[in-house]
């Protein structure tokens, strides 16, 4: 299972809306709700865009939610394009978003032209119709909302207010190895 964040807020994903429409919503606390079925199983070729879990619930070419058992052809024209991060409907409509980005449409795909003054330096899609496939477990997620900030170091070690050392992937600073020659470890700093 997968979840569907826009490109124009990462932070907000694809959720079934209360209307039977797609809207987008917090990805970290609306996390149990917009699971779907990864989209790209046969690799391009069309197939259904469903919600994972019951009732079995899929996307029509409108961005409408209907039951999957329905059987109509619509419900099973989707595709990934991988090239372009676009979910596409029929091979001519795209997955997007709205003008204020809340709402989730369908609408024509757009490529863009190789400015480098547009969304991704001009290649691929715009933002608007870009989909980022995230895992829908993230349990690092559920780390980071234990941590009591602020964050000190202790040696080598990052530790929060608790005392609870911490590991920060992709984290190097200079001196980790020398604490001796590194006066308290990391400075704290004043964010403004």
Known sequence: NVRLASAVDIGKCIVPGDGGGLVLDDCVEGRNSSAWLYPAESLG???????AGAPRECVDGAAKM????????????????????????????????????SEVIVQECQLLSGS??????GHGAPATQTW????SVQPQIEV???LVFPLQVSGRHIIDAEGRTIKLV??????AHMQAMVNYGLDVVTLE
């Not at 058992?69 to 099973?76: I, P, S, V």
């Open 170 to 175: 992709g984290v190097n600073w200079v001196g």
């Open 144 to 146: 980071l909302d234990e």
């Open 66 to 101: 209907r039951p999957c058992d329905e059987g109509d052809a619509d419900l099973a024209a989707w595709a990934w394009d991988a090239a372009t991060l676009q979910l596409k409907w029929k091979r001519r409509r795209c997955l997007g978003v709205d003008a204020d980005a």
């Open 45 to 51: 070729q069309p197939g259904v865009l469903q919600v």
């Open 132 to 135: 980022v496939v995230l895992p």
């Open 116 to 121: 480098e003054w547009d969304d991704q330096n």
